[in-house]
């Protein structure tokens, strides 16, 4: 099998994110599409640390995941802080620098 | 572990080969590719934000089994647990507090933006996947070479290795996130909190019923639990009556308690129950069964004189 192809799957999978990042107005919801970008984006390091025989693909791969915790549990909290002070998790209502 | 993976290791590899993996990784390409694209599609068209969970959380599982079939096994344990089960359920955790029913609205604010969105993913997909199949990669080497010791111990070596440093700032990295969530999480009280004492005496001056509430149909014509208790003075207690029955509208109405009183009242003054009101309610026309909720007659019918009841109206 040509490993290229999951290289495709991966390209699909970070599309997929992109969209859900652009369409999609709740926050939580719009924070899972950027966790499946991440993703995408491991399965692609993956995928090359196979091609090119080095692992240290993988050790990327380590840390875009201890990043990515990082950022879901800071972004999880400024979601709930936003939700306490106008009751609404979309980020539509979130708009007062606008003006 | 060790030996695990590097029977997995094994068992996944093969020599380096141009197309490395077997007919097995193509039949698991094509039966996980399509289920994790599926499931990320339900990610853009869920309504409800746990179904969207749900399928992210699809997403990564299947992730995690395609790092086991690529070499990556440490990295697959790793996603099915930090991601699966770690994040997946924290993002679970915050849809439980902000509230589940917190589905989109479908008003665009920005007009056409759904289209654009489409036109730029689709766009991007094809950028990145022309760019893929133009380049020319070497043949794939796989991992067999490097991972002797196993593909742990391999890992180790590097991060513990030349990536020591950046595996000490992710620490101080991770310290920050966690005190800056609590941060972003914490409340200031603005009032004190009361103590007990406090409460009850609170609870004390505000009158409030201190003793546990009237049972229902206590001391009225009937024990059922949509009738309200009558007080001693005769007055039915609203109190006595479940909420839940009240918010279904199946409470017994006041006014029918009311009259059940002066019936009772009547059959106190005059025990004998020739004359008096009784008479009056014979003339009412005869219990339906299906509403002896809302008449109260239904109940006392029996009691009354039948031929009375027979002859009405």
Not at chain 2, 43 to 56: D, G, I
Not at chain 2, 185 to 213: C, D, F, N, V, W
Not at chain 2, 217 to 225: Q, S
Request: glycine share 10%.
């Amino acid at each position: 099998m040509n490993l290229v192809w999951w290289l495709y799957l991966s390209v699909l999978l970070f599309t997929i994110g992109g969209i859900t990042v652009l369409v999609r107005r709740n926050a939580i919801i719009v924070f899972m599409g950027v966790e499946l970008m991440l993703n995408a984006t491991n399965l692609a390091f993956v995928t090359f640390a196979r091609i090119n025989g080095d692992v240290e693909g993988q050790v990327i791969a380590l840390f875009v995941m201890l990043v990515a915790a990082a950022e879901v549990v800071v972004g999880l909290a400024i979601i709930m802080s936003i939700f306490r002070t106008r009751r609404s998790a979309s980020v539509d209502d979130a708009s007062l620098l606008q003006y | 572990m060790t030996a695990a993976a590097t029977a997995l290791v094994a068992a996944t590899t093969e020599t380096g080969q141009a197309s490395l993996g077997g007919n097995g990784e193509e039949v698991l390409f094509w039966v996980i590719a399509p289920l994790a694209v599926i499931a990320a599609l339900g990610l853009v068209f869920a309504r409800k934000a746990v179904h969207a969970a749900l399928c992210m959380a699809w997403v990564m599982i299947s992730l995690g089994i395609v790092y086991f079939a690529q070499q990556a096994p440490f990295l697959g344990a790793v996603q099915v647990f930090v991601y699966t089960g770690a994040v997946m359920m924290l993002f679970l955790f915050v849809l439980m507090l902000v509230g589940v029913d917190s589905s989109d609205s479908l008003v665009e604010t920005i007009k056409g933006q759904r289209w654009f969105a489409l036109v730029f993913g689709v766009g991007l997909a094809a950028l990145v996947i022309a760019v893929i199949r133009g380049v020319t990669y070497p043949k794939a080497v796989g991992l067999k070479d490097v991972d002797t010791g196993g593909n742990i111990t391999r890992l180790a070596g590097l991060i513990f290795g030349k990536y020591v440093w950046a595996f000490e700032v992710t620490s101080a990295l991770l310290v920050t996130a966690a005190l800056g969530a609590m941060i972003l999480a914490h409340r200031e009280r603005l009032t004190p909190k009361p103590t007990q004492r406090e409460l009850s005496i609170r609870r004390i001056r505000e009158g409030a019923i201190k003793a546990p509430l009237p049972a229902p149909g206590v001391f009225a014509r009937h024990n059922a639990v949509d009738t309200p208790a009558l007080l001693p003075d005769g007055s039915p207690s609203e109190l006595s009556v479940s909420r839940v029955l009240v918010a279904r509208g199946q409470r017994r109405d006041l006014r029918s308690v009311a009259d059940d009183v002066a019936v009772i009242e009547a059959e106190l003054t005059d025990p004998l129950g020739d004359e008096g009101p009784r008479t009056a309610r014979a003339g009412s026309p005869g219990a339906v069964p299906a509403d002896t909720t809302q008449r109260p007659d239904a109940g006392a019918a029996p009691e009354g004189t039948p031929t009375g009841k027979g002859a009405g109206t």
